[in-house]
């Protein structure tokens, strides 16, 4: 047991070497760490859910032609259909790739962004292949490179190089064309999925018991 006196002492010297003003300076490391970390994985926890969905934005097409009557609803109908695929969703994708170039060009200190393009294109395009199959498994493929970066970057803060990740992407313009493609690429395979998964459940439609529990998650 410590004496009254010794406890006394201690707390004393404790009262007597503590610094406000220090105190604030030693901990706005920490907050930065804390406040960086939190941001970094609420928008990649956000994110990846929303790109491995299968329906990654879905419009209320009835709306947009509610009170019209004939062809008028059909063509409201076709158009607000036809701006969800073919202009939000390669939005979204496009989008998406550009994180993901960006995540890889930190990881990287040798790849070429040619081969940095390629790699973030094929890992989206397996993303939404995985989003038809199983959701789950396409949450986990999405959020691999995403929270490697987190890993890294506690484990070794020094591993990164941002001048060189900046000098990459900034040889993105050059290499316009191949992204275009690429991202053709993914918004049409997007397309073959839709309309294959359209034509499979026709022949085998979900059971009301599986709509429920999808709709219960």
């Not at 094929?122 to 490697?148: G, H, M, W």
């Not at 591993?159 to 992204?179: M, N």
């Amino acid at each position: 047991m410590i004496p009254i006196n010794s406890t006394a002492q201690i707390s004393t010297f404790i009262i007597s070497n503590f610094s406000f003003s220090e105190y604030i300076i030693v901990l706005q490391p920490l907050l930065l760490y804390v406040l960086g970390m939190a941001l970094y994985a609420w928008f990649i926890f956000k994110f990846y859910r929303l790109m491995s969905r299968q329906d990654i934005i879905k419009l209320n097409h009835d709306k947009y032609s509610k009170g019209l009557k004939g062809i008028v609803q059909k063509i409201a109908r076709s158009v607000s259909y036809v701006f969800q695929n073919l202009i939000l969703i390669p939005i979204f994708i496009f989008i998406w790739f550009v994180v993901l170039t960006t995540f890889l060009a930190l990881l990287s200190k040798t790849s070429s962004l040619d081969s940095i393009i390629t790699i973030s294109i094929a890992t989206v395009a397996v993303i939404r292949i995985a989003a038809y199959y199983n959701e789950n498994l396409s949450q986990d493929l999405a959020k691999i490179i995403p929270f490697t970066i987190l890993g890294v970057f506690l484990v070794d803060s020094t591993f990164f190089s941002i001048s060189v990740a900046i000098e990459t992407v900034q040889q993105f313009p050059a290499l316009w064309k191949q992204t275009a493609y690429y991202i053709v690429f993914v918004v049409l395979l997007e397309f073959v999925l839709l309309v294959a998964e359209k034509i499979f459940r026709i022949f085998f439609p979900k059971k009301e018991g599986a709509k429920n529990s999808k709709k219960d998650d």
